[in-house]
């Protein structure tokens, strides 16, 4: 059983024997501050998980080198204090610290906070259950391990703050889920939230899409049309695989981003901008800057917060249940009770899964399509490209399996094969990139 790492200083005994008599407290491996130096400089040097602080009048210092420090990013806290505004304290506050405190201090609350931590902290708690899964959720996201855990932990922190996301991961890793999971978990839950994937625009209509039109702003114009940045009013816009979008209309993101302001094609009046920018990109920022893909200027705007998912093949002890967990869904939509072999299992967790999360999810879908009651290896298709696919393969496939279904998994087979790359996908596929992209946020919306 793992036991999390408390970092303690209280400087008032009573409140210290309080706390270090408490249940909750005792589950935890405490690592006290001394005397011998500040404690935010024995924080630093410790490997602690969570840290509970008194603050005072006396620790300017040691608040400002935890802002200078990566550590926000990397563990909670919880802050106890006289009430006296500290605006070092304010700041970290600000920046995503965790949570504070102050007296009359209600010691029921502040131990159920800390149970809460102990459980989110602690590997054999569970979070939240989905269905007959065994892996913890945050939001939209699935996964228990280690890195998925951290960035859980990192998501809370700066989804309740204003600053502009970059999210970094390679396709399929769950970039769309991470942001939609931020907006969630921010103040702006209640307002919309709006994706729209930047390779998929025509140059032709970048403007139109981004900022909307006026009713004859040009050919084909015949009414009044909401951008994105209006539909997402107040709420939070995704751009999607920003580093595909033209470097020249990346000119004008930038300049809504510095202003605040956009105004609508065809129109001779600015609007102001209230969304919260949450951006994605499968590729490398720097590489693409380099590139000529990604204006620098651009990704600083961008990148106020950057974030990075994962890959699956480092989040080796999710593997095997994100494939339970999918299965487990389809059999409650499905009411049948199918199951993984242990072959299958097995070749699950040797997989490389180039495709991450994605090709898991849709590996097991078509397993399940192909299976009757136990899946088997060979149901997963994992080693069948399908230009390859011959004739004794299509008669395997089950007569009566609707036409959707089987687009969709030459559809998914395909971006696999091709290590999610579209372009490619779309050439082999006989169909255009932007048909692509209409046929996957279908697909996405339809996921549980």
């Known amino acids: ?12 005994p009573a409140l210290a024997a309080q706390l270090l008599q408490s249940a909750v407290v005792k589950r935890f491996i405490v690592v006290k501050s001394s005397d011998a130096a500040p404690w935010s400089e024995q924080l630093l040097q410790q490997s602690c998980d969570l840290a509970f602080i008194q603050a005072d009048q006396h620790s300017e210092a040691d608040y400002q080198q935890l802002l200078s420090s990566n550590i926000l990013a990397e563990m909670d806290f919880i802050f106890v204090s006289d009430g006296n505004p500290e605006p070092w304290l304010d700041k970290l506050m600000r920046s995503g610290a965790g949570y504070h405190f102050r007296q009359p201090l209600d010691m029921v609350c502040i131990l159920d906070t800390l149970q809460d931590f102990y459980q989110q902290l602690s590997s054999t708690q569970q979070q939240v259950k989905a269905n007959n899964s065994m892996l913890d959720q945050f939001g939209l996201l699935v996964g228990s391990s280690r890195s998925m855990l951290k960035l859980y932990r990192t998501l809370r922190k700066v989804a309740v703050t204003e600053a502009n996301i970059l999210i970094v991961g390679e396709s399929g890793a769950g970039k769309e889920l991470v942001a939609n999971t931020v907006h969630l978990a921010s103040y702006r839950a209640e307002q919309p939230f709006i994706a ?22 040009f050919t084909g114009a015949l009414r009044d049309h909401q951008g994105v940045f209006a539909q997402a009013e107040g709420g ?3 751009l999607d695989e920003v580093t595909e979008m033209p470097i020249e209309q990346q000119v004008k993101l930038l300049r809504v981003l510095e202003s605040g302001e956009y ?3 065809g129109s001779d009046k600015c609007r ?3 969304v919260r920018i949450v951006a994605a990109t499968n590729r490398d920022p720097q590489q693409a800057i380099s ?10 705007r961008l990148a106020q917060f950057p974030v990075v998912v994962p890959p699956l093949r480092d989040r080796n002890d999710d593997i095997v249940g994100l494939a339970q967990h999918f299965l487990a869904y389809r059999n409650a939509q499905e009411q049948q009770q199918k199951q993984l072999s242990t072959a299958t299992l097995q070749l699950i967790a040797e997989h490389r899964w180039p495709g991450n999360v994605r090709e898991l999810k849709h590996a097991v879908e078509r397993a399940y399509i192909l299976a009757d009651k136990m899946i088997e290896p060979d149901h997963l298709l994992l080693e069948m490209a399908l230009a390859d696919t011959t004739e ?21 087979n395909t971006l696999e094969q091709n290590a999610g790359n579209k372009t490619d996908s779309a050439q082999q596929l006989g169909i255009s990139v932007k048909t692509l992209y209409n046929k996957l946020e279908k697909y996405q919306q339809t996921e549980p």
Do not use: W
Not at 1 to 12: A, N, S, Y
Not at 291 to 300: A, K, N, V
């Open 196 to 217: 729209i994937n930047c390779g998929a625009l025509s140059p032709e209509l970048v403007d139109s899409e981004l900022f909307g039109h006026t009713k004859g702003a």
């Open 291 to 300: 590139d000529g893909l990604l204006r620098e200027d651009l990704y600083f």
């Open 1 to 12: 059983m793992k036991h999390p790492r408390l970092f303690l200083h209280v400087q008032e």
């Open 392 to 412: 004794t393969e299509l008669n395997e496939v089950p007569a009566g399996v609707p036409l959707e279904q089987l687009e969709k998994a030459a559809i998914l």
């Open 272 to 274: 102001q901008a209230n």
């Open 263 to 265: 105004r609508p094609v």
């Open 236 to 238: 939070t816009l995704f």
